[in-house]
């Protein structure tokens, strides 16, 4: 379902990301960690293009995007929306009802009609349990409420794999449990998904693949439980015995 190939990045001349490869096969997920500056959210942002690329090839679906070469804004929008992405802070349009931040990038994108963008999203936020909460303003709920409704507003354009930025480090043991657990359902629903998280349970429970990433590159990959049991990387153990 994606895959990155040799991706290079730097910014300012000091290279981020160094010759990347990673596959992530459909209906699977993956957890992405590593030390803080490793290169996992620039990682993410050049998966969606977010972030250009130096040098490599993204492909997501059907869609593919060689960032050596030429290619049209309608590609990189056509990749783009094979993804959704949830971020740390959520990220919500904070001048807009619930209901209206998860209807209109429905309508600006998908071109959906109004009454269809709402029915959705009224399907949506009634499966992250917030059903009761379209009318509120985004600061007027707590912070899981909040990713949830960020989980909504992705799920709501029909992303083909999902993409997660720390989705829990700005909340409460607690509240960050109840996004995890919806992530789990839709883990279970088979959605493909890259989740960069401190999580380790997460990962070890729900993930099919861990990507350990330490200086611009991947260092270990493969079963979570293998590599949490017997990490063959003098840094990924260092990493694990600092989270675990
Ligand atoms: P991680 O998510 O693993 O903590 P990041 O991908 O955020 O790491 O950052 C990797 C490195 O790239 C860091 O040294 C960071 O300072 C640098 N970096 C990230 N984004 C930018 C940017 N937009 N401009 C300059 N440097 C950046
Ligand atoms: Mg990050």
Same mark, same amino acid.
């Given at each position: 379902?994606?895959?990155?190939?040799?991706?290079?990045?730097?910014?300012?001349?000091?290279?981020?990301?160094?010759?990347?490869?990673?596959?992530?096969?459909?209906?699977?997920?993956?957890?992405?960690?590593?030390?803080?500056?490793?290169?996992?959210?620039?990682?993410?942002?050049?998966?969606?293009?977010?972030?250009?690329?130096?040098?490599?090839?993204?492909?997501?679906?059907?869609?593919?995007?060689?960032?050596?070469?030429?290619?049209?804004?309608?590609?990189?929008?056509?990749?783009?929306?094979?993804?959704?992405?949830?971020?740390?802070?959520?990220?919500?349009?904070?001048?807009?009802?619930?209901?209206?931040?998860?209807?209109?990038?429905?309508?600006?994108?998908? #071109?959906?009609?109004?009454?269809? $963008?709402?029915? /959705? @999203?009224?399907? =949506?936020?009634? *499966?992250?349990? %917030?059903? !009761?909460?379209?009318?509120?303003?985004?600061?007027?709920?707590?912070? #899981?409420?909040?990713?949830?409704? $960020?989980?909504? /507003? @992705?799920?709501? =354009?029909?992303? *083909?794999?999902? %993409?997660? !930025?720390?989705?829990?480090?700005?909340?409460?043991?607690?509240?960050?449990?109840?996004?995890?657990?919806?992530?789990?359902?839709? @883990?279970?629903?088979?959605?493909?998904?890259?989740?960069?998280?401190?999580?380790?349970?997460?990962?070890?429970?729900?993930?099919?693949?861990?990507?350990?990433?330490?200086?611009?590159?991947?260092?270990?990959?493969?079963?979570?439980?293998?590599?949490?049991?017997?990490?063959?990387?003098?840094?990924?153990?260092?990493?694990?015995?600092?989270?675990?």
């Amino acid at each position: 379902m994606v895959r990155v190939r040799d991706l290079s990045k730097a910014f300012g001349g000091n290279p981020v990301l160094e010759g990347v490869d990673l596959t992530v096969l459909e209906g699977t997920v993956t957890a992405l960690i590593g030390p803080s500056g490793a290169g996992k959210s620039t990682l993410l942002r050049c998966m969606n293009l977010l972030e250009r690329p130096d040098a490599g090839e993204i492909e997501i679906g059907s869609h593919r995007i060689d960032a050596r070469s030429r290619f049209s804004k309608r590609q990189l929008y056509a990749l783009r929306r094979e993804t959704g992405m949830v971020f740390q802070h959520f990220n919500l349009f904070p001048h807009m009802s619930v209901m209206r931040n998860v209807v209109l990038p429905q309508q600006r994108i998908l #071109g959906r009609s109004k009454a269809e $963008a709402e029915h /959705r @999203a009224q399907e =949506l936020l009634a *499966r992250m349990g %917030l059903a !009761d909460k379209g009318g509120q303003y985004p600061n007027k709920c707590s912070g #899981g409420q909040q990713q949830r409704i $960020a989980i909504a /507003r @992705a799920l709501a =354009l029909e992303p *083909r794999v999902m %993409l997660f !930025d720390e989705p829990t480090s700005a909340l409460d043991p607690e509240v960050g449990a109840e996004v995890l657990e919806v992530m789990k359902e839709l @883990a279970a629903e088979g959605m493909t998904m890259i989740v960069v998280t401190h999580e380790m349970g997460f990962a070890r429970n729900v993930c099919e693949d861990l990507v350990v990433m330490a200086d611009g590159g991947i260092i270990e990959q493969g079963d979570p439980q293998r590599i949490m049991g017997d990490p063959s990387h003098p840094r990924t153990r260092s990493f694990l015995h600092a989270v675990l």
